[in-house]
């Protein structure tokens, strides 16, 4: 049971637009603590996709958007491409001073 | 360019001590607010963050772990060491080291990740 909750898995087709949410409490995401997003191919290692709620990272596209609100995160997704295909996950600071992450979430592009 | 790399057993027996290093370049953990994190994943399961060492020293460990963790650094090697007692079956996963610049709390590169398996 992960601290931050995704949903196990969204789809959608090429070009459309889809959304990834992270839902976590008052003592991570609510104590205003930054969300940041990363993208793992399977078998690879966890790559820094949206890092402080909204940024990316350079020559991350700018496809990929990050939002937060309350105890709440959001990755969207635009324009999706058959390479957006694989698993991403939230991931938080906790009042407990550990580093907390989301379940993961599987993008499958139809 | 920033790069870590694990290394350690792919095959540990029950109850026996995992050790696992991270060799890096890129960085130093001898530099003001950098730090070394190590993260885990059971094969198809989340991310699981273990433990941290920064670059004065200072270590933290996930609670329900800490009993069986150690970490610490050989800066003049560019190294992160991990040791967990007591393997079991459940702590089979593949282990990631991270770099992360205190205050940030963002793992911004991270290693290729090393998969051990824990089986009699």
């Known amino acids: 049971q992960s601290v931050l909750t995704q949903p196990p898995s969204v789809s959608g087709a090429p070009g459309q637009r889809v959304t990834i949410s992270c839902t976590g409490s008052?003592?991570?995401?609510?104590?205003?603590?930054?969300v940041h997003w990363y993208q793992q191919i399977p078998g690879k290692a966890p790559k820094l996709l949206i890092y402080?709620?909204?940024n990316r990272p350079s020559g991350v596209p700018d496809r990929f958007s990050g939002s937060k609100s309350g105890t709440s995160a959001s990755l969207a997704i635009s324009g999706l491409q058959a390479e957006d295909e694989s698993d991403y996950f939230c991931?938080?600071?906790?009042?407990?001073?550990?580093?907390?992450f989301g379940g993961g979430t599987k993008l499958t592009v139809l | 360019q920033v790069t870590l790399k694990e290394s350690g057993p792919a095959l540990v027996k029950p109850t026996q001590t995992l050790t696992l290093t991270c060799a890096f370049s890129?960085?130093?953990?001898?530099?003001?607010?950098?730090?070394v994190s190590w993260v885990r994943q059971p094969p198809g399961k989340a991310l699981e963050w273990l433990a941290r060492?920064?670059?004065?020293?200072?270590?933290f460990y996930r609670t329900s772990l800490k009993t069986r963790l150690t970490i610490s650094k050989d800066t003049s090697k560019n190294q992160v060491v991990l040791t967990m007692t007591n393997m079991d079956p459940v702590d089979t996963a593949t282990y990631y080291c991270?770099?992360?610049?205190?205050?940030?709390?963002?793992?911004?590169?991270w290693g290729q990740g090393t998969l051990v398996t824990v089986s009699s």
């Open positions: 402080g709620n909204n």
């Open positions: 991931q938080a600071q906790d009042t407990s001073l550990s580093a907390v």
């Open positions: 890129g960085f130093s953990l001898s530099t003001s607010r950098m730090r």
């Open positions: 060492i920064d670059w004065d020293d200072e270590k």
């Open positions: 991270a770099r992360e610049i205190v205050g940030s709390s963002k793992f911004d590169s």
């Open positions: 008052g003592s991570n995401i609510g104590a205003g603590y930054d």
